[in-house]
């Protein structure tokens, strides 16, 4: 099959979409997954005619003919226990119109072979030859991001959830380049135990030809990017997706208005449970 749409049974096997996509489409039914469709690691190439209709099911499905969409390779063994891939390989942002978005998932299957994810890869012991799903999904123009915790990353903390947001898209948290609000939320009661408001003076905005990092407005960089009860609302998410899983969960999420999506959700690879041997192993 060219095509597999979030939320379909077939879309939620990371042998065929990678785990990304896979886990997003998991969770479709249930939480605020935008809508969005891959294409299997497994076919090269996929016919124009099908992309072609996929993306104006997408319109359909957003409310306009030629929705702005996000475009990110999903690898077949990204998102696991060990080794998340996160920022190794491509994504294009606010994508808009059938040409550049075949364009974009060309690259994205080439993002494979690129020398930082092939030394990924190799220091990791996991097969060089890449398998690179691609998965277009409707862009979220947020007006704040937001990268959640379920357990502290550094600490090991399992009874804190931390949250961090700045404005914009999420790609000048992912990419560090933001230093963004954070937020000590205690998961017993959901109490925000510590909060530290970040200089945030970087954002990531929709541009014509994509996205791009701009000075964040004077005004906004002093002000919290997240109230209070929406700090709690993301904690709550996390709780609800670290119970399903059964594994402390790392999510990337947006606002845009007063409106909730969840972007990506996978382990915390940092975090290191110990055995009943004494030795440390990946959390799971």
């Not at 964040?216 to 109230?227: K, N, S």
């Not at 110990?274 to 030795?279: I, L, P, Q, R």
């Amino acid at each position: 099959m060219d095509i597999l749409w979030l939320g379909e049974p077939a879309c939620h096997d990371p042998a065929v979409v990678g785990g990304k996509a896979a886990q997003l489409s998991r969770l479709a039914a249930g939480y605020p997954v935008p809508p969005g469709f891959c294409l299997p690691a497994a076919r090269a190439a996929v016919s124009g005619d099908a992309l072609a209709a996929a993306y104006r099911e997408l319109g359909a499905r957003c409310g306009e003919s030629d929705p702005a969409v996000a475009v990110r390779s999903s690898r077949l063994d990204e998102d696991g226990a060990a080794a998340s891939f996160a920022g190794q390989h491509e994504t294009y942002l606010n994508v808009r119109g059938l040409e550049a978005v075949a364009a974009a998932v060309a690259r994205c299957r080439e993002s494979g072979r690129a020398t930082r994810a092939v030394a990924y890869r190799q220091a990791r012991g996991l097969a060089s030859e890449p398998a690179v799903a691609v998965l277009v999904q409707a862009l979220v123009a947020a007006d704040v991001s937001a990268v959640v915790f379920s357990a502290h990353p550094v600490t090991g903390d399992r009874d804190t959830v931390v949250v961090t947001a700045s404005w914009g898209l999420g790609e000048s948290i992912v990419g560090g380049t933001a230093t963004p609000d954070t937020w000590t939320v205690c998961k017993a009661d959901l109490v925000i135990r510590d909060a530290v408001i970040g200089e945030k003076a970087r954002m990531t905005v929709a541009a014509p030809d994509g996205a791009r990092e701009v000075d964040t407005p004077r005004f906004l960089r002093a002000q919290p990017a997240l109230p209070d009860e929406r700090v709690r609302e993301l904690a709550r998410l996390a709780l609800a997706l670290e119970a399903s899983a059964g594994w402390p969960v790392d999510l990337e999420c947006a606002y845009r208005g007063d409106a909730l999506a969840l972007l990506q959700c996978r382990p915390i690879t940092t975090l290191r449970a110990v055995a009943g041997d004494g030795a440390e192993r990946p959390a799971r």
